[in-house]
């Protein structure tokens, strides 16, 4: 069955915005159209870069787009949402009327894709609320405050909700464009854009590029004090029935207080920031894995690796040949 034509819009937000991810996303779904065209004769894509503003200029005035107006658009059958500066609320406050022309779009059958932390526009809709998500791990805290009706998963790299799509941070993107291509098109074209733009095809998860933060901007002095405290013991074994009475809070509203500001149970809390630890001293290369684990806290070698993976997506070893500095 022939491929029916698809309108796919990127859109070009008020403010400052990606480069990489318009143009990136452009090339790529241009590139479809060539390979598609060049076994099926007729493209499959009609793509444009499309705004409110008539000429938008970015990366400090280096580059300049000339969108073609939104308004003009009739009917769009994919909507791309690239990245945004990192002061959301502004990049909210200035895209009012698109973040409307977006809503009013889905509501007629346009499917929406978010690249990293252009899910706050598209949050911002509404159209996430109950919603499973995800965005670049950085802007996590940031996200979940702002929008806390929305799922935010960043484990995966792609989350597919019914006609919606968002992915993980920076150029994780370009694995969204392979998938919103094999969607679309076909797995063949996609696999071939992967090897023109040597992408690694199937890429699933962002999580071994997490740095973990220690999510303190919450406000709560109690569980800062928690936090410290966790992050200056973490070889020690932790009672935190003890921690609790000492800052003068029952455990269970310990417990419910810790989750609030972190996201975390304090358990989870200590295994990333055993992890975040041992993931910098085996970048550096010099120690064993034996030798972080211990360096660590953790006794049981079954224990540490299962922990690892679970943060990571990766053992201890593969994180090492990956990422260490010691070629």
């Known amino acids: 069955m022939r491929k029916i034509l698809k309108n796919v819009t990127i859109i070009v937000p008020k403010g400052n915005s990606n480069l990489s991810s318009i143009s990136g996303s452009y090339e790529i779904f241009n590139r479809a159209n060539s390979i598609w065209k060049s076994k099926k004769n007729k493209a499959i894509f009609d793509v444009k870069i499309a705004s409110f503003e008539k000429h938008i200029p970015l990366q400090n005035g280096y580059f300049t787009i000339h ?6 658009i009739k009917k769009s059958d994919l909507i791309i949402l690239p990245s945004v500066a990192y002061d959301y609320e502004k ?6 009327e698109l973040i409307q022309w977006l809503s009013d779009q889905h509501k007629k059958g346009a499917e929406i894709a978010s690249i990293c932390t252009g899910a706050f526009l598209l949050a911002a809709t509404g159209l996430l609320d109950g919603k499973t998500c995800s965005t670049h791990w950085n ?13 935010l998963q960043l484990d995966k790299l792609i989350h597919e909700e019914p006609g919606i799509y968002t992915n993980g941070g ?15 098109a076909d797995k063949e074209t996609a696999i071939l854009c992967s090897k023109v733009f040597q992408i690694e095809f199937d890429r699933t998860c962002q ?16 569980i800062m004090e928690a936090q410290n405290y966790i992050e200056a013991h973490i070889t020690e074994r932790i009672s935190f029935e003890e921690l609790a009475f000492k800052l003068a809070v029952s455990r ?5 207080r810790f989750v609030k500001a972190t996201g975390n149970t304090p358990v989870e809390y200590l295994q990333r920031v055993k992890v975040e630890v041992a993931k910098q001293t085996l970048e550096e290369g010099n120690k064993s894995v034996a030798e972080v684990m211990h360096e660590v806290g953790y006794a049981d070698d079954k224990a540490f690796r299962e922990v690892f993976k679970k943060i990571t997506s990766l053992s201890p070893i593969d994180y090492k040949a990956k990422f260490s500095e010691q070629v």
């Open 207 to 222: 999580s071994p590029f997490f740095i973990f933060k220690g999510q303190k901007t919450h406000g709560d002095q109690v």
């Open 91 to 96: 990049a909210i406050k200035e895209n009012q």
């Open 139 to 151: 802007a996590a805290a940031d996200f979940r405050k702002m929008f806390p009706k929305t799922n």
């Open 170 to 184: 920076a150029y994780s993107f370009l694995n969204l464009m392979l998938f919103l291509v094999e969607k679309y």
């Open 252 to 256: 269970r509203n310990f417990d419910r």
């Open 67 to 72: 969108p073609t107006d939104v308004r003009s």
